[in-house]
Every structure is written in structure tokens, then in C-alpha cells.
Antibody, heavy 122, light 108 residues
Framework: QVQLVESGGGVVQPGRSLRLSCRVS????????IHWVRQAPGKGLEWVAM????????FYADSVKGRFTISRDNSENTLYLEMNSLRSEDRAVYYC???????????????WGRGTLVTVSS | EIVMTQSPATLSVSPGEGATLSCRAS??????LAWYQQKPGQAPRLLIH???TRATGIPARFSGSGSGTEFTLTISRLQSEDFAVYYC??????????FGQGTRLEIK
């Protein structure tokens, strides 16, 4: 079955970096785009970034543009979110989610991981 | 950026009754609107896409309607497992993809 499993979260000081991973199984990764969506404690959902199935397109929310980088390694069935210059407001559970479009970027997600918590604190 | 506004923030309903949740877009999103359900400690779950198409495995008591800027999620005959937070999301014009702030459906 389709699974997405995030890892790499933890506690990091403001201004430092962290790399999240999302390992997928149950589908062919290079046929689907992947989103990162975050949720601050007790708050709603915020879209962060998306990478297209072939990796040629990368899209970011303004709140993370220039600080976060999304990438993928289809041979390893893994997506990455490199987060630099972290701020307190980046504290959230980060979910990776599969775009529903087969080799097409729809924009809504049919499968989600369970999330990984990032805490930014000195 | 398209702003999505959901109402009400909290809805109290008794099991067995129906619930109607609303979502408004700041500009037209055509029919490119999805609904998600999220329970505490869990990831969001896709319920509806294309404003009215149920996702795989979603019970028929969930239905979506609307187009343009006004959308509705209707849940008939509420069951205990339906009490959760519901989010709408537009994917007509992105980036950015935008979500509503959520409606908490609680047991009355």
C-alpha cells in the first residue's frame, strides 16, 4: 500500500539548519509530485513546498522561499526538505504528501505521511 | 494569493444529525477545491476533490458542492468517528496552495 514516512525532525537552535526526509513506498515515486505541508501546534495547515514528478519544477511558499530547498532522489524513493536559517515560527509538524496527479501536478494530496516535529528553540 | 475562509470555526452537532460546513474563496477557484478531515494526532485525510468528488473509500454520507467562490461540505447522519477538524483547500491558482483555517466539528 502507499506509504510516506517522514524523518529528521528534532530540536534545533534559531538560525541553524535541518534536513527532513520523506521515504515513500507502494508507488513509483517518479510518477508523482510531492508536497510538504506544515502545521504549527494547535494551528491549521500551511503549504510549504512542492516538487514535480520529474524534479524540474519546485515551488515554495513565500514564508520559506530562499531558506528551504526541496529535492528528490527517485532512485532512493526519498524526498528531502533542506531547511536553513530556521526561525521560531518554523516550529511545526511537517507532513509530506503525494500530489494526486499521475505525472501531472494537480495540487491536492491523496496520501499523507504521519509527520515529523520540528522545534526551533534556543 | 487566494484566501480561503471557513465557517463556522466550531460546529456542535449531535450524533445522527447532519452538519453543513462552509468555505469561501477570495476569488474564483472554479471547481478546484478539496476537503480534508483531520483527527487529533493524525495526518489529514482527503475526503473530496473537484468540489464534489469523493475520494477513494470515503462514505457516501460525505458530500461536497459549490463552485467559484462558495463551497459546502455536508455530512449526513453523523457518526462518532466524524467528529474532527475539517479543512478546505484550493488548488486552482498556485503556488501558493492555500487552506482554510479549519472548522472543528464537535459532539453536542
Amino acid at each position: 500500500q502507499v506509504q510516506l514516512v517522514e524523518s529528521g525532525g528534532g530540536v534545533v537552535q534559531p538560525g541553524r539548519s535541518l534536513r527532513l526526509s520523506c521515504r515513500v513506498s507502494g508507488f513509483t515515486l517518479n510518477n508523482y509530485g510531492i508536497h510538504w505541508v506544515r502545521q504549527a501546534p494547535g494551528k491549521g495547515l500551511e503549504w510549504v513546498a512542492m516538487i514535480t514528478s520529474d524534479g524540474s519544477g519546485k515551488f515554495y511558499a513565500d514564508s520559506v522561499k530562499g531558506r528551504f530547498t526541496i529535492s528528490r532522489d527517485n532512485s532512493e524513493n526519498t524526498l528531502y526538505l533542506e531547511m536553513n536559517s530556521l526561525r521560531s515560527e518554523d516550529r511545526a509538524v511537517y507532513y509530506c504528501a503525494r500530489d494526486s496527479g499521475y505525472r501531472y501536478r494537480w495540487g491536492f494530496s491523496d496520501y499523507w505521511g504521519r509527520g515529523t516535529l520540528v522545534t526551533v528553540s534556543s | 494569493e487566494i484566501v480561503m475562509t471557513q465557517s463556522p470555526a466550531t460546529l456542535s452537532v449531535s450524533p445522527g444529525e447532519g452538519a453543513t460546513l462552509s468555505c469561501r474563496a477570495s476569488q474564483s477557484v472554479a471547481g478546484n477545491l478539496a476537503w480534508y478531515q483531520q483527527k487529533p494526532g493524525q495526518a489529514p485525510r482527503l475526503l473530496i476533490h473537484g468540489a464534489s468528488t469523493r475520494a477513494t473509500g470515503i462514505p457516501a454520507r460525505f458530500s461536497g458542492s459549490g463552485s467559484g467562490t462558495e463551497f459546502t461540505l455536508t455530512i449526513s447522519r453523523l457518526q462518532s468517528e466524524d467528529f474532527a477538524v475539517y479543512y478546505c483547500q484550493q488548488y486552482n491558482d498556485w503556488p501558493p496552495i492555500t487552506f482554510g483555517q479549519g472548522t472543528r466539528l464537535e459532539i453536542k
